[in-house]
C-alpha cells in the first residue's frame, strides 16, 4: 500500500468526499440488519472525514436488483436507519444516484454531513463500469475514498471507475484488509496453519495452490474433502464430489507432499440420510462411508485431529466451514474449529470472510480472534496472488 494515498494523507474540510462503502447486510422481513459488522467496519472511516468537516456522500450496493430502477427489497432505507443509530448523527437518504436532482442534495450538505445514495446497483451502468456514469458520480464530489474491501474484486463504476476522475485515497478498512492479509502471506510466523472448507474443490483450487507455497500445514475440511478422499480411492456414499476435479486434487495431495506441506483430511465424517437437519444420522471412519448416505460434517476424531495442528501453530488462514454449520446436526466440527482457533491466543488469527465470519459471530468468538476479513471473495483472490481492480484503481 506505500503507492497509495490514505485518508490520512488529506485533510478534507470543506471537501465532498465520495466514499465507496460495503453495506451489503442482511435484512430481516421487518427491515432490520441483522447482521450489522460491515456498517460497523466503515464507522472509523466515516468519522475520520466527518471529524475533518468533509461532505461525506456513501455510496454501496446491497443485493443484486435487476439494474432497471429502484426495488424497495434492495433498498439501502434500512442500512441508512441503523448508521444514524451507529452515528449518532442524521443521515440523508438520496433516491437519486447522480444528475441535478442527486447534485442539489449534495449541494445542500454542510460540512461534517453525510448523505447514502441509494443502491448504486439500481442502475445497470454500475456493474458494467460504464465511464460516463463513473465520471457522472465523480462529478458529485472533489474527492473519492475507497473502504469497501469485500467489492474490491470487482471493476466497477464505484469501485474502480470513478478513481479515474478524482483524486483517490484508500480507507482505513481497505488499507487494513490488504496490509494484513499481504503480511500474513509474505512474512507468517511458524507454523503456519491454513484451514479451507467449503462446498467446491473447483471454487477454492487457486487458492489451495496459492496456500501450498506459504503454509506448513493444509487442513481441508467441508464439501470439497470429499474430492479429495476419492483421490486417495475412497468411497463417499452420495456426498458432494465433483468428479472431474478428482484427478487435480489428487496432484495437490502430491504437490503438498512434494512440498513438505502436511496435508489433512478428515478421517471421520457425521453422515445423513437427506441434507435435514432431522436426518438419520452416523459418525463413521472415511472407509466406511455408506453407499445410501452424505457426509455433511468432521467428525470428532477430525476435530481433534484439526484442534491439535491449530493450537500449534503460531499463523492462522481460515475461509470456510467444516459442514454444514447452519443446520445444529451438523454445526460442531466448524464449531470445534472456531474454539481451536479462538483459544490459540499466541497465533495471529485471520478469519477469512464468507461464512467463517459468519461461524465466529454465530458461536460468539469473533472478539477471540485477531483479524476478521469483510471480504469473502476479495480475501480469497488476494491470498491466491490476483490483482483486485479496487485497489488497483487507487495506485
Known sequence: MADIKTIDDENFAGKKVLVRV????????????????????????????????ARVILTSHRGRPAGEGFEESFSLGPIARRL??????????????????????????????????????????????????????????DAY???????????????AGVADFLPSYAGYLMEREVATLTGMLDEPRRPFVAILGGSKVSDKIKVIDALLEKADTLIIGGGMCFTFLAAQGKSVGTSLMEADWVERAGAMMKKAADRGVALLLPVDVVCADAFANDANLATVSVDEIPDDMMGLDIGPETAELYAEAIGMAKSVFWNGPMGVFEMPSFEAGTRAVAEAVAAN???????????????????DLADKMTFISTGGGASMELVQGEALPGVEALR
Request: no cysteine.
Open 345 to 363: 491466543e499466541e497465533a495471529d488469527t485471520i478469519i477469512g470472510g464468507g461464512d467463517s465470519v459468519a461461524a465466529v459471530n454465530q458461536f
Open 84 to 141: 444514524q443509530e451507529l452515528l449518532g448523527r442524521d443521515i440523508v437518504l438520496s433516491r437519486e444516484l447522480i444528475g441535478p436532482a442527486a447534485q442539489e442534495v449534495v449541494d445542500a450538505l454542510e460540512d461534517g454531513d453525510v448523505l447514502l445514495l441509494e443502491n448504486i446497483r439500481f442502475d445497470k451502468r454500475e456493474k458494467k463500469n460504464d465511464p460516463e456514469f463513473a465520471r457522472a458520480l465523480a462529478d458529485l464530489a
Open 22 to 53: 460495503d453495506f451489503n447486510a442482511p435484512v430481516d422481513a421487518d427491515g432490520n440488519v441483522t447482521d450489522d459488522t460491515r456498517i460497523r467496519a466503515a464507522l472509523p472511516t466515516i468519522n475520520k472525514l466527518v471529524g475533518d468537516g
Open 145 to 159: 475514498v475507497n473502504d469497501a474491501f469485500g467489492t474490491a474484486h470487482r471493476a466497477h463504476a464505484s469501485t
